[in-house]
Antibody, heavy 118, light 114 residues
């Protein structure tokens, strides 16, 4: 059974940083492209960014609102994908989901809540 | 970026009746070389993460009941629930994954029981 478990969310002041983690199990992680999607409170889904598998270059793509502030990385030895978030703004508040896939997403974690507030 | 627009924003349907949700993309998501529409549908129930229902516009994900179906091509798509059940109350999202990122979502359609 595919499982994705996010962690690392919490309350942070504007301008601060957080690092989210997503531990995967139940599938060959090193073969997978992984994507982060977020959802502001009471709002819809927003694509954040994705990372390719290493055999496809291991590079990441980002949405415009987070480019230059967020970095996605992966540790295939630990079956984990990360989202490093710097220079956080109040607009970054929401639930962050780790998902399996580089295009459509057939597995989602339960999400981790990030609150950016002073 | 491709903009996805769903209609209606909210919908109330009686149990057992048909529910129809529309999704329009600002440019075609049909890839001519393989004749596939790069469009997915998701269901999100309160307090839960989204769940994939359909991909390639009309291919049902494993385990999804056959009352859910998808149709359309190019820029106009439809999600149909043939006979609404209580467990179908949710917010539904379309998403395009055509070409290069960002892979945008529609704003969501809130489906309720009438």
């Amino acid at each position: 059974e595919v499982q994705l478990v996010e962690s690392g969310g919490g309350l942070v002041k504007p301008g601060g940083s957080l690092r989210l983690s997503c531990v995967a199990s139940g599938f060959p992680f090193s073969n997978a492209w992984m994507t982060w999607v977020r959802q502001a409170p009471g709002k819809g889904l927003e694509w954040v960014g994705r990372i390719k598998r290493e055999t496809d270059g291991g590079t990441a793509d980002y949405a415009a609102p987070v480019k230059g502030r967020f970095t996605i990385s992966r540790d295939d030895a630990e079956d984990t994908v990360f989202l490093q978030m710097n220079s956080l703004k109040s607009d970054d508040t929401g639930v962050y989901y780790c998902t399996l896939g580089g295009t459509y997403y057939n597995a989602w974690g339960q999400g981790t809540l990030v609150t950016v507030s002073s | 970026d491709i903009v996805m627009t769903q209609s209606p924003d909210s919908l109330a349907v009686s149990l057992g009746e048909r529910a129809t949700i529309n999704c329009k993309s600002s440019q075609s998501v049909l890839y001519s070389s393989n004749n596939k529409n790069f469009l997915a549908w998701y269901q999100q129930k309160p307090g839960q993460p989204p769940k994939l229902l359909l991909y390639w516009a009309s291919t049902r994900e494993s385990g999804v009941p056959d009352r859910f179906s998808g149709s359309g091509s190019g820029t106009d798509f439809t999600l149909t629930i043939s006979s609404l059940q209580t467990e179908d109350v949710a917010v539904y999202y379309c998403q395009q994954y055509y070409s290069s990122p960002p892979f945008t979502f529609g704003q969501g359609t809130n489906l309720e029981i009438k």
